[in-house]
């Protein structure tokens, strides 16, 4: 069986997970961990960095930072991983649900005619004119590697007043080649940076996350919160609420080895695209995703746009066809706003993500795999398809 997408430990991971059990530091202290968040900040080229528990853990600590409470609002996409809109609802404000671009990432235009027409900006607030409720922030996501136009969407925010997360959790090492933000890596540009460690992620830790800001302060108020908010150092004083939100040691063993590989990670990911690419290019029915202009990207996850009627059953087919075949993969995200615990939020124009939702399939994309693998891929992708279109 091909898999979609499998962790890859062929560095030094097994050592330093058994130097830390070794030495008895497995939680929330040791010294992996800020090695870990060392990486990633002269990676990044970033100020400062915390490693926590999660990508979730990451969108919520900065939901926080950011004062997002009761009654406030926050755009998010529609088509994304849930995990990316759950924080909203943890701090009991209202997501409203944005379309996203032919990139799958926020779509800009959008976003500006709705702040433009149908809220009001003054005093520094945006406000939403149907519920009289103030929209605080936006959760921009990096959706598979590639990153959303952020210039366009930095200058939106700007205009509105805005605090922008961005979840980078599918995005560390996207970074602009080009233009205004040239040499910026995704998570870096917004007011907060989310990252996800994730066992499908490009680096993994099993379960973990890191979250970065503007500045050093923010980082640190965020790490306060994931402690569980202790305001003194030899006594139990709580002056909030914290959260168990920090990284363990022994993540943060697994992560270092990671960080170790991250480039090498991304060579391969970035060769198998290419693959890919002159192996589909003459495929009719399908369309590889590309990757934004003026960006270099991690290539996390590819992504084929099919062109077929009654999409729901032909992706479950496709999906079941394949993995007969030995390959797995797997369709893109339900729309979120059609998810229970979303079905009544507000939306705004919802078109491409609809079209998007019933249209991806997600290939093959571990760094493990080899030339012949892909080829193996697309050869019974050509077949499924072709009984398909005469049956
Ligand atoms: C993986 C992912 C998350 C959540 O990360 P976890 O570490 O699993 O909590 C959030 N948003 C997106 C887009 C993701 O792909």
């Known amino acids: 069986m091909i898999p979609l997408s499998i ?10 997970v058994a130097d830390a059990v070794e030495q008895g530091w497995v939680s929330t202290g040791g ?9 990633l900040m002269e990676y990044l080229h970033t100020e400062s960095v915390a490693a926590c528990q999660s990508g979730t853990a990451a969108i919520h600590l900065s939901l926080l930072d950011a004062g997002v409470g009761a009654g406030d609002m926050v755009i998010v996409p529609a088509l994304t991983f849930i995990a990316a809109v759950n924080p909203v609802k943890y701090q009991f404000a209202e997501p409203l649900f944005m379309d996203c671009d032919d990139s799958l990432c926020m779509d800009p235009q959008k976003l500006r005619k709705f702040c433009e027409e149908e809220c009001q900006y003054s005093n520094s607030r945006l406000i939403y004119k149907k519920n009289g409720k103030q929209i605080k922030a936006i959760v921009v996501v990096h959706i598979f590697g590639n990153i959303a136009d952020m210039e366009q969407i930095m200058d939106i925010a700007e205009e509105y007043g805005l605090v922008v997360i961005e979840d980078a959790t599918e995005a560390l090492g996207t970074h602009y080649t080009e233009g205004r933000y040239k040499g910026r890596y995704a998570g870096t540009i917004g007011h907060y940076g989310a990252y996800s460690f994730n066992g499908n992620k490009i680096i993994t830790t099993g379960g973990g996350g890191a979250v970065t800001a503007r500045t050093a302060a923010m980082v640190e108020n965020m790490k306060y919160l994931s402690t569980q908010a202790k305001d003194d150092p030899h006594f139990y004083v709580h002056n909030r609420v914290g959260y168990n939100y920090r990284m363990t040691n022994l993540q943060a063993a697994l992560g270092v080895a990671q960080m170790e590989k991250l480039p090498e990670f991304i060579r391969r990911k970035q060769n198998n695209y290419k693959t890919y690419q002159n192996l589909l290019a003459d495929l009719p029915m399908v369309k590889l995703l590309q990757f934004r202009m003026g960006t270099s990207s991690n290539k996390w996850f590819y992504a084929l746009e099919l062109s077929m009627e009654n999409l729901y059953e032909d992706i479950r087919n496709i999906i079941t066809k394949m993995e007969d075949c030995g390959v797995q993969t797997r369709a ?28 991806i399939l997600n290939i093959p994309c571990s760094t493990q795999i080899s030339k012949e693998e892909i080829q193996f891929v697309v050869s019974v992708l050509r077949k499924v398809l072709g009984e398909m279109s005469h049956e």
Do not use: C
């Open 7 to 16: 962790p890859n430990f062929e560095g030094n991971e097994k050592k330093y």
């Open 31 to 39: 010294a992996y961990i800020t090695r870990l968040e060392d990486m």
């Open 332 to 359: 893109i995200w339900g729309l979120i706003p059609e998810q229970k615990p979303y079905i009544n939020a507000m939306t705004y124009r919802i078109e491409k993500a609809v079209y998007y939702s019933r249209r």
